[in-house]
């Protein structure tokens, strides 16, 4: 029986450090050989396989490849790319598994499996969790894959142009924090006639600089920086495998998802009245105002972007997105999260309009929020902390959401604490109509978590 740490199988991928006993090649293998019995129970024989540019990455690909042909399931290698562009490749071979070798923007020794049975979606956690247990019970298949190499870049960044309106040529900041998507960034955006500043876009798995996370501050801060010295008309930032989008308006200013969310959500209704957007649990009060204000149908959901998906999906959604920067479009596109795809959208938006982003964004609602914050926490005790906090909230008798951890309410607004999925953290966001209400939630919050002594009293929102 294979010896696999169950904290590896995590919300809606599985996610490891890249040593001995841990997520090695041992492990891979025998996921992959889990996999392959997954996927031909339903009815799949073909998979791709990609992955991004960690130096423990093409090893990892072997063992995958090697348990995936051993299993009978046969593999398009597609080799180094973004996890979107993994994703779109399930459409072009009309093959539907997935496996994708990425820990986004984990730090350097980490690395990762995104696996999907069918081209709509990857897994969700009740799957991952049945995958541990079929990998612990070797319940396996045999049989004799084959293998043949795609190059696909250049066909997948005809297929997304075509979809989209080339506006005026704006000036770019492009950075992407020495992830893997810095090339095909820079590649595709040119393409499309752009001017493209780069900045950290040169691949480096030790991550230099600071984790290519758009969610932070550090990088998104960079951003804003870059945007302005060199005169650019919009920064643009990207995480490590090119499935979530940052961005900042010309003067700098960081925009995060939930407003800019905004801007693509008023893009939509004008084509499709009364739409629903799908939004996760993390997101400002605004982005749902401003929904309903202009015709649509607001529904927010369990944050990570396996449920997003699927609840697009359900919902026959045209538009979903996260706090994140995961942002899923079915409007002219395949529903997957390519934030390519939707940095193109909102260029697209930003040209019909006629208006400097900040002038965009300035004739949106706005509260005083927090960006994402993240609290390190014992890995192990994160749920039940957060699932004892739910309760106290209830008992108190106050309004919370508990779709993905808690969403609390008061007189001052609303507090968010859930656990991550990816990382030892607790992630914390707040949001108030008035300054001194933020601070009045930041301190509740602070006084709640000081009773477990296992949650640091470090609040980080860089995205280091």
């Not at 070798?101 to 049945?130: C, D, Q, V, Y």
């Not at 026959?316 to 997105?321: D, H, K, T």
Request: hydrophobic share 35%; with cysteine.
């Amino acid at each position: 029986m294979p010896t696999l740490e169950r904290m590896m199988f995590r919300e809606y991928d599985i996610r490891g450090r890249a040593v001995d006993g841990e997520l090695d090649e041992h492990a891979v293998y025998h996921i992959a050989r889990g996999f392959a019995a997954t996927l031909k129970e339903h009815g799949g024989t073909e998979t791709v396989v990609g992955r991004d540019t960690r130096e423990s990455s093409p090893r990892l690909r072997d063992a995958a490849v090697r348990g995936l042909t051993e299993s009978g399931v046969s593999v398009i290698d597609i080799g180094i790319c973004t996890t979107p562009m993994s994703h779109w490749a399930r459409y072009r071979f009309n093959v539907p598994g997935l496996c994708m070798i990425t820990a986004s923007h984990n730090p350097a020794e980490w690395n990762g499996m995104k696996l999907g049975l069918t081209r709509e979606g990857t897994l969700l956690a009740t799957e991952i969790a049945e995958l541990y247990e079929r990998v612990v019970r070797e319940e396996y298949v045999e049989g004799t894959g084959t293998v043949r190499e795609e190059e696909i870049r250049e066909a997948y960044y005809t297929d997304v142009l075509s979809r989209v309106t080339v506006p005026r040529a704006f000036k770019l900041l492009i950075n992407t924090g020495n992830g893997t998507v810095g090339p095909f960034a820079t590649a595709l955006f040119r393409k499309a006639g752009y001017d493209v500043v780069e900045h950290n876009t040169t691949p480096d798995p030790s991550h230099p600089n600071y984790t290519p996370n758009p969610d932070g501050t550090a990088m998104m801060g960079d951003t804003g920086v870059q945007t302005v010295q060199n005169g650019c008309d919009i920064g643009i930032a990207f995480d490590g495998d090119g499935d979530r989008l940052g961005i900042t308006d010309e003067k700098g200013t960081i925009i995060w998802p939930d407003r800019y969310l905004i801007l693509l959500s008023r893009h939509i209704l004008k084509k499709y009245p009364g739409a629903k957007i799908i939004f996760d649990v993390k997101v400002s009060e605004a982005l749902p105002e401003d929904i309903a204000a202009h015709g649509g149908t607001p529904i927010m959901w369990t944050t990570g972007n396996s449920y997003i998906k699927a609840k697009r999906i359900e919902e026959g959604a045209p538009l979903a997105g996260e706090m994140s920067g995961h942002i899923f479009y079915a409007d002219g596109y395949y529903g997957f999260d390519d934030a390519f795809y939707a940095a193109l959208k909102l260029l697209e938006y930003l040209g019909e309009e006629g208006k400097s982003l900040s002038a965009l964004v300035a004739d949106t609602p706005y509260y005083f929020s927090t960006p994402t914050i993240q609290v390190p926490v014992d890995e192990k005790k994160r749920y039940e902390i957060v699932q004892k906090l739910t309760d106290q909230f209830i008992a108190d008798g106050l309004r919370v959401v508990t779709l993905s951890g808690a969403r609390v309410y008061n007189e001052d607004g609303w507090a968010l604490v859930r656990a991550s999925a990816n990382t030892p953290t607790l992630v914390l966001r707040f949001e108030s109509k008035t300054e001194e209400g933020l601070e009045r939630l930041k301190s509740m919050m602070r006084t709640r978590l000081d009773a477990f002594p296992e949650v640091s009293q470090n609040w980080d929102s860089t995205g280091h």
